[in-house]
């Protein structure tokens, strides 16, 4: 049954997804209310919902999700807590896990612990298809499904399969009513320029190379974070209790492909790239079966990758006071960290 005039806790909201999610929303639901609780860490940014700040069913509160007694506060007259929070960029989770640790098992963790405390709420959390670990390039009619066996290889995915780990144990160990989503590579407005795509786009904004890991051939499955987006929000309203669902954007493509749609997208050549050094434990290739989420909640990615990548480069286009203002901040020192590593 599809729930409205819901008031939702929203984790992270300040993030690339979180934010768009909280806009897809109150744009579909005006009667919802929505809080969102981030802690702004260096990937929160409030300009993502600048246009929201005055909306009279929006509240945003600075904590983090470790702060139980705050979380209690506010959970307290809240349907569902979606759980958006995390620390979510793998190569960061390569220089610094404990990070990880802490905001994505412990951050998690503690946030159950409230919901069960507050007589069991509604808990909807939000992960990634990496805790499937790799697929090999040469088996190309495999892709994660619901069944998929844990198998995660980054520090940031190991975080994320030990989160979904305790979510699914406070269903079965207390009977909180939990629903968990397990979605691909998600691109559009709003997302942190250390992220591939929009990494790539702005740094050709500025006339600077594309750093290509490897040999391009890692393949990753990418999805439209409005899709995205839709799914959650039919899950958290209509999935069923326990379950788990699947969310893929049905558009594979190896980094190599989506380097060249960008170049081409915006007018450059090959000569763009500059192929660095590989991420250490580099997964191979991700593809998700959505089969489940569409079956049951009616759910089809809608943008294709040519039109939604064509709308990502016109946002940052348009957009260049926000992502400039990011890159020119503390966002050098990690970049420069990383890509000059040995
Ligand atoms: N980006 C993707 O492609 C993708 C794909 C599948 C799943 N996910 C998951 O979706 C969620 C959101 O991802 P994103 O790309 O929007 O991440 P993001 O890094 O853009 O945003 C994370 C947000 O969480 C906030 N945050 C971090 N630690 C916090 C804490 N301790 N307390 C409160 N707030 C805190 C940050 O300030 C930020 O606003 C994550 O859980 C991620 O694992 C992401």
Known sequence: MIRKNMKLLVTGGA???GSNFIRYVLNKYPQDQVINLD???????????????????????????LNSELVAHIAVDCDIIVHFAAESHVDRSVLDPFSFVRTNVLGTHSLLE?????????????STDEVFGSLSLEDENKAFHEETPYDPKSPYSSSKAASDHLVRAYYHTYGLPI????CSNNYGPFQFPEKVIPLFITNLMEGKKVPLYGDGKNVRDWIHVDDHCEAVDLVIRGG?????????????????????????????????IEYVKDRPGHDRRYAVRSHKVQAELGWQ???????????TIDWYANNGGWWQRIKSGDYKDYYEQWYNRK
Do not use: W
């Open 15 to 17: 993030g690339f997804i």
């Open 39 to 65: 802690s702004l860490t260096y990937a929160g940014n409030l300009e993502n919902l600048k246009d929201f700040e005055n909306h009279p069913n929006y509240k945003f509160v600075k904590g983090d999700i």
């Open 114 to 126: 409230v919901a069960r405390q507050l007589g069991n709420k509604r808990f909807h959390h939000v």
């Open 179 to 182: 629903t968990i989503s397990n």
């Open 240 to 272: 069923r209790i326990g379950h788990t669902y699947c969310i893929g954007g049905d558009s594979e493509k190896s980094n190599y492909e989506l380097t060249m749609a960008i170049l081409q997208g915006m007018g450059f050549g090959e000569e763009m």
């Open 301 to 311: 990615p809608k943008m294709n990758f040519e039109q939604g990548i064509k709308q």
